[in-house]
T-cell receptor
């Protein structure tokens, strides 16, 4: 979707290094989410934000942190990457709740070697 | 938390035939049930959704049905076409609040020409 940009699109990193993924939206949506997608698991929620500086954990938050200092940016940080964090990461947004569903970004493929 | 099960994991149908994907959910308080289509290398896209006060919704060749008593909902695609080939995800609101979705594990639909 043109209104949500994820960067980088692909990244290979070494075990133990910190990694930050960025989600940038131009839709002025209040809610933002980070999901990871793995075969056999579908999409699992990592963290989400319901406003600037307001964040909360999802079901698979261990090893991840997030920050949202501006409406348009939501950062996902892996403090010390592990091989189990190899995945495709998707950012999603919604304006004021689920009346409009989620809009997803194109994803970031992260490989931890 | 909410648990969403999706079946089948893979489905192959002849072009022109119908396809049905089924999901069950665990939280009787869930009230919003979207379906997403994901094409290769892209993020999921919302294709149809239904709320708990409605039993069925149609949009051209796509329909969704909801049975609140049994806690299951289904996606029906009629007159399938090659461009319907994709991975489909169902989702339901979690019991933590109406702004977070729990996803099924996905169904890979292949349309055979």
């Amino acid at each position: 979707d043109a209104g949500i940009t994820q960067s980088p699109r692909h990244k290979v990193t070494e075990t133990g290094t910190p990694v930050t993924l960025r989600c940038h939206q131009t839709e002025n949506h209040r809610y933002m989410y980070w999901y990871r997608q793995d075969p056999g698991h579908g999409l699992r929620l990592i963290h989400y934000s319901y406003g600037v500086k307001d964040t909360d954990k999802g079901e698979v938050s261990d090893g991840y942190s997030v920050s949202r200092s501006k409406t348009e940016d939501f950062l996902l940080t892996l403090e010390s990457a592990t091989s189990s964090q190899t995945s495709v990461y998707f950012c999603a947004t919604t304006p004021t709740g689920l009346d409009y569903g989620y809009t997803f970004g194109s994803g970031t493929r992260l490989t931890v070697v | 938390g909410e648990n969403v099960e999706q079946h089948p994991s893979t489905l192959s149908v002849q072009e022109g035939d119908s396809a049905v994907i089924k999901c069950t959910y665990s939280d009787s308080a869930s009230n919003y049930f979207p379906w997403y289509k994901q094409e290769l290398g892209k993020g999921p896209q919302l294709i149809i959704d239904i709320r708990s006060n409605v039993g069925e919704k149609k949009d051209q060749r796509i329909a969704v049905t909801l049975n609140k008593t049994a806690k299951h909902f289904s996606l029906h695609i009629t007159e399938t076409q090659p461009e319907d080939s994709a991975v489909y995800f169902c989702a339901a609101t979690s019991n933590f609040g109406n702004e977070k979705l729990t996803f099924g594990t996905g169904t890979r639909l292949t349309i055979i020409p």
